[in-house]
Every structure is written in C-alpha cells, then in structure tokens.
C-alpha cells in the first residue's frame, strides 16, 4: 500500500488543521494506521495510531485530547485532526500503517510527509 499524506501548512498556536492520507495499491480496511512525526534534529514520534476496525484509538501524551484520528474505509483514507496546535507541534507528519511493539507504536509504508508549522 502506498501512502500520501497532505493538508499541512502554516497556522498561529491555538489554530487547527485537517491532515489527510490517501492510500492507494490496497485496501486500508486489512491495516491498522496511524501518523507520526519528525521536527528537524529530533527522533521520529509516535502520535497515533487506530485498528483496522477502528475502536478507540491511541494517541501519544502530547497530543491527547487535543488531536483526533479517524479513518474512512469507503475513501481508503484515514485523517488527522489537530486543535489547540501549539509550536512544538511544528514537524513533519507522516502516515502510515501502524502496529503496537514491545517498545511503543512503530510505523511501516509511509510516504511524503506533509510539513506543519505553527508560530507563537
């Protein structure tokens, strides 16, 4: 499956964006996905990542309460909601498909990311 994720751009704190993730090659229903996130000079973060069937999702501490993940199987996409953006918010987001480790959340398959930068 190949993932594009786009919506990305530049926002004051406090704003909102939409990220979405178009997935093409296969069906999204088989996969769990999620988003993650690098800022320059910093190690990939998990930041979410919801089941094939959806349920209740998981979102890394940061973020909690103030993003929400959803998918559409009829769209193979899936998308991120981010509220109350703050500047150490600013990275790279990424989807992907994703899977519960011994160590966390990891990722596979992702594709471009979609830059988010939000000024104080």
């Known amino acids: 499956v190949q993932l594009q994720a786009s919506g990305g751009g530049l926002v004051h704190r406090g704003g909102s964006l939409r990220l979405s993730c178009a997935a093409s090659?296969?069906?999204?229903?088989?996969?769990?996905v999620g988003w993650f996130r690098q800022a320059p000079g910093r190690e990939r973060e998990a930041i979410s990542c919801?089941?094939?069937?959806?349920?209740?999702?998981w979102y890394a501490d940061p973020v909690k309460d103030r993003f929400t993940i959803s998918r559409d199987n009829t769209k193979n996409s899936f998308y991120l909601q981010m509220n109350l953006l703050k500047p150490e918010d600013t990275a790279v987001y990424y989807c992907?498909?994703?899977?519960?480790?011994?160590?966390?959340?990891?990722?596979?398959?992702w594709g471009q990311g979609t830059q988010v930068t939000v000024s104080s």
């Open positions: 992907a498909l994703c899977w519960a480790g011994v160590k966390g959340y990891d990722y596979e398959s």
């Open positions: 090659g296969d069906r999204l229903d088989y996969y769990a």
């Open positions: 919801v089941a094939s069937s959806g349920g209740r999702p």
